[in-house]
């Protein structure tokens, strides 16, 4: 006759043994979905080579020939950042996958989606005497089927520096699954973004007592004056602002939840006669931005960054941030071979 206590020990462990194993499979498949969902890089490209007198983009500014994009991804996958999606002219592709992707694809997960005058909701027609792009906007828009996870945001012609990818990298992963209507932005110290050569437009930001955006306001000059930052505004006066005063780069964080919200506020847009007549309206992410926290559909929240900002926007700022660069490598901040 068998032993009812023996029984109960046996049967006890055994639980004991499938129950651990049960809950360390459990562990392994939560981990791996948290490895499967990390952030996404989504790189704004549509515009390449506009003001620059050339591809900017791909211009070799760093001491072993590197290009602001190179930074920024190295950046972005030393952050977490998972895949990278770039939206791009069609037209463009098969140099952008010769030149670029081959750069980087073994290194992360690549996509590549495109921008077009004619990608509108049914019911719409681009004006036929229309050119330029429908603005950054719609470039996020055309990310919607390959993005599923939380994704920032980003010009690819701005060097944004580390910080500003580690303050991203980790509210975008913090997000519990799920999440919806809680975005962030970037918030560059005024005082780190400006130029010796002249003024410089930013959006200067407003956030409330959680250090959620309340506003934007572009002062399309603003400089430093005997030691004081200031913008010149509506009355034409200097106004004097802190250094520390966030200003929009245009590197943003979003759920996916973004691009329905989206698609339905672009059909607001279009709707607008003014925006169909004007051939160089555009639909801009601040704007969209602005629309949902003032309905109330979500917040944005403002992250500090210690990063300095710096890009190409004339050829006559080439040589200083082939100098930055320069410097950052003897520093020995960056490596010689990245990619």
């Known amino acids: 006759m068998v032993d009812k206590n023996i029984c109960h020990i046996y049967l006890t462990r055994c639980f004991v043994f499938f129950g651990a194993f049960r809950w360390d499979l459990l562990s392994l498949l939560q981990n791996s979905i948290s490895l499967i969902m990390k952030p996404t890089l989504f790189l704004l490209a549509a515009g390449m080579g506009s003001r620059y007198g050339g591809l900017k983009q791909l211009d070799t500014l760093g001491p072993q020939g590197q290009t602001i994009m190179d930074y920024s991804i190295y950046d972005a996958i030393n952050a977490g950042f998972g895949k990278l999606v770039f939206v791009i002219r069609k037209d463009f592709e098969d140099d952008f996958r010769k030149i670029v992707l081959t750069k980087y694809q073994d290194k992360i997960p690549c996509e590549l989606v495109f921008q077009s005058l004619d990608a509108l909701p049914e019911g719409f027609t681009c ?42 990298g980790k509210f975008l992963s913090s997000l519990p699954e799920g999440s919806t209507g809680r975005y962030a932005m970037v918030g560059f110290r005024v005082g ?28 399309t000059k603003i400089e430093r004056h005997d030691g004081t930052v200031q913008y010149l505004d509506e009355n034409n006066e200097w106004v004097s602002i802190p250094d520390t005063t966030p200003v929009s780069m245009n590197f943003w964080g979003f759920t996916p939840d973004y691009f329905a919200h989206s698609n339905e506020f672009f059909k607001t847009f279009l709707s607008d006669p003014k925006n169909m007549e004007n051939l160089k309206s555009e639909f801009f992410i601040p704007l969209m931005v602005d629309h949902l926290i003032r309905k109330g559909q979500a917040t944005c929240e403002v992250l500090d960054t210690t990063s300095k900002w710096f890009g190409v926007t004339y050829p006559e700022d080439r040589p200083e941030v082939v100098a930055k660069f320069a410097k950052l490598g003897a520093d020995g901040v960056y490596p010689e071979k990245m990619f």
């Open 192 to 219: 780190n973004t400006l130029s010796d050569s002249g003024t410089v437009s930013r959006g200067v930001c407003e956030v409330d007592e959680k250090n959620h955006l309340t506003s934007v306001v572009e002062r």
């Open 127 to 168: 004006p036929a005497e229309r050119q330029k792009p429908w603005g950054t906007n719609h470039a996020v828009m055309m990310g919607q089927d390959v993005i599923k996870e939380p994704f920032a945001v980003l010009n690819c012609d701005d060097f944004y520096d580390r910080d500003a990818f580690q303050v991203m």
